[in-house]
């Protein structure tokens, strides 16, 4: 895959993601994962699980979206804090709330889905 076809279906991911197309945004962001070397394959299957997370949530299973939440942030703990342009460490963060809230058997809320920032350059 070019790069350039890469980075555009990245951010297409992005504002699926932000569009609460959980599962459309994890497709897309396979096709590059698909295609990658690591790390950065590792860091895409983190973002990956994280959207996945969010789909289950989304269809009420609260467990599945616990295990794919603390399984994306086991694979984005090395990750560079703006990976591809993106703010991730404010997702890091709300991922880590949303797990610690649903271990202790608390629903965060849809209110909460958290969105993905541009990195600020």
Same mark, same amino acid.
């Given at each position: 895959? +070019? ?18 197309? /959980? ?5 897309? *962001?396979?096709?590059? *994962?698909?295609? &990658?070397?690591?790390?950065? +394959? ?40 703006? /990976? ?5 460490? !404010? ?6 709330? *949303? ?6 058997? !608390? ?9 993905? &920032?541009?990195?600020? +350059?």
């Amino acid at each position: 895959m +070019k790069t350039h076809e890469s980075s555009d279906k990245f951010q297409a991911g992005i504002e699926m993601f932000n569009a609460r197309r /959980f599962f459309d945004s994890h497709e897309v *962001w396979e096709e590059i *994962w698909l295609h &990658s070397a690591e790390p950065d +394959k590792a860091y895409l299957q983190g973002i990956i699980q994280i959207a996945a997370a969010f789909h289950h949530y989304l269809r009420g299973n609260t467990t599945g979206t616990r295990t794919l939440l603390n399984a994306g942030l086991r694979r984005l703990a090395t990750c560079p804090g703006d /990976f591809r342009g993106m703010e991730l460490e !404010s997702l890091r963060e709300t991922a880590r709330q *949303w797990a610690g809230l649903l271990e202790r058997g !608390s629903d965060p809320g849809q209110e909460r889905i958290p969105q993905i &920032s541009r990195a600020k +350059k």
